[in-house]
Nanobody
């Protein structure tokens, strides 16, 4: 069974930074596309950024472009999300997800495994 465990969330002031980590067990991430999603209260879960199996291709939501950076260390079976210049509207539970597929995956239903989520709260 694949398990994804996120960490690194917390409370930060607007303009600050956080680095989220997603550690996998039970499956090597070398054969998985990965994604970070977020869900704010009363809103649908949305894709923040996706990355293909090798890290060679990424796609960012417009809200994340220029501020967030996804990276992966397949040797450590871990994916990261560096978030800079955080805004109050970035407040949400952030989830990492893994897919059996190799290429970029945009839709939540394309992902097979999900972490439990980590809360990110940005104060104004």
């Amino acid at each position: 069974q694949v398990q994804l465990v996120e960490s690194g969330g917390g409370l930060v002031q607007a303009g600050g930074s956080l680095r989220l980590s997603c550690a996998a067990s039970g499956r090597t991430l070398r054969s998985s596309a990965m994604g970070w999603f977020r869900q704010a209260p009363g809103k649908e879960r949305e894709l923040v950024v996706a990355i293909n199996w090798s890290g060679g291709s990424t796609v960012y939501a417009d809200s994340a472009k220029g501020r967030f950076t996804i990276s992966r260390d397949n040797a450590k079976n871990t994916v990261y999300l560096q978030m800079n210049s955080l805004k109050p509207e970035d407040t949400a539970v952030y989830y990492c997800a893994a897919a059996r597929l190799l290429g970029l995956q945009y839709a939540a239903e394309k992902y097979d495994w999900w972490g439990q989520g980590t809360q990110v709260t940005v104060s104004s």
